[in-house]
C-alpha cells in the first residue's frame, strides 16, 4: 500500500505556545488529506478534509483558528495546534487519498501532551 | 442520524475463530471499511466491501448485507498478536467516512 508519514510521532509542549504536525504521503499524490482526533478508547473523530490548494472543510464543533490546516502541495498537509492547552492532549492521525483512490491510507500518528 | 454500531469487546482464544458484527444507518452508502488498530498506533486497514457477498484475505474474511445495513469481520486461526481495537467505518453518500467505536479484541492463550 501507499505510505503516509506524519511526524512527529510524539510532542510535549507547554501551555499556550503552537505545535505543528505534518502529514506527507511518500509515493502517491495526496489530493485529499483527512485529520483525525482520537481520545483513548474512543474511536476517531473526523476534524476537517482538505484538499490540495483550497481551504479546508471542518467538521462542527471544531474550531478553524485553533486547529490551522494547510494543503498546499499535493504530498504534504499540515495541522498547527495554536495556543494549545491540556484539553488538547490527544491522539492526532492524518490520512491521505489520492483521486480515484478507493482507500484512505493513515500516518502513524501524533501523541501531543500539553502540560 | 448516522450511526456505526459494533460491540464494544470481544474475547476470544488463540486459535480459534471470531466474528466482530457491524451494523450501520447511514444516508447513502459507498463502500463499509474494517481497519485494525493496535493500542497507541494509527489503524491499518484490513478490508473494503461494496458489493453484497464474502471477501476473503488470509485468516481475515469479511461479509456484507447491503440490504440489512450489516457486516461482520471474521478471523480465523487467531494470534495473540490479534489483540487490538476493530473498527468498522461506512462511506456514506457524501464519501464521508462514518467511524463506529471499535471493538476491543482480547485473545487469551
Known amino acids: 500500500g501507499a505510505v503516509v508519514s506524519q511526524h512527529p510521532s510524539w510532542v510535549i509542549c507547554k501551555s499556550g505556545t503552537s505545535v505543528k504536525i505534518e502529514c506527507r504521503s511518500l509515493d502517491f499524490q495526496a489530493t485529499t488529506m483527512f485529520w483525525y482526533r482520537q481520545f483513548p478508547k474512543q474511536s476517531l473523530m473526523l476534524m476537517a478534509t482538505s484538499n490540495e490548494g483550497s481551504k479546508a472543510t471542518y467538521e462542527q464543533g471544531v474550531e478553524k483558528d485553533k486547529f490551522l490546516i494547510n494543503h498546499a502541495s499535493l504530498t504534504l498537509s499540515t495541522l498547527t495546534v495554536t495556543s494549545a492547552h491540556p484539553e488538547d492532549s490527544s491522539f492526532y492521525i492524518c490520512?491521505?487519498?489520492?483521486?480515484?483512490?478507493?482507500?484512505?491510507?493513515f500516518g502513524q500518528g501524533t501523541r501531543l501532551t500539553v502540560v | 442520524g448516522q450511526n456505526i454500531d459494533q460491540p464494544t469487546e470481544m474475547t476470544a482464544t488463540e486459535g480459534a475463530i471470531v466474528q466482530i458484527n457491524c451494523t450501520y444507518q447511514?444516508?447513502?452508502?459507498?463502500?463499509l471499511f474494517w481497519y485494525q488498530q493496535h493500542a497507541g498506533e494509527a489503524p491499518t486497514f484490513l478490508s473494503y466491501?461494496?458489493l453484497d457477498g464474502l471477501e476473503e484475505k488470509g485468516r481475515f474474511s469479511s461479509f456484507l448485507s447491503r440490504s440489512k445495513g450489516y457486516s461482520y469481520l471474521l478471523l480465523k486461526e487467531l494470534q495473540m498478536k490479534d489483540s487490538a481495537s476493530y473498527l468498522c467505518?461506512?462511506?456514506?453518500?457524501?464519501?464521508?467516512?462514518?467511524w463506529g467505536a471499535g471493538t476491543k479484541l482480547i485473545i487469551k492463550p
Open positions: 466491501n461494496v
Open positions: 490520512s491521505a487519498k489520492g483521486t480515484g483512490e478507493t482507500e484512505a491510507f
Open positions: 447511514t444516508s447513502g452508502f459507498n463502500g
Open positions: 467505518a461506512v462511506r456514506d453518500s457524501n464519501y464521508q467516512l462514518i
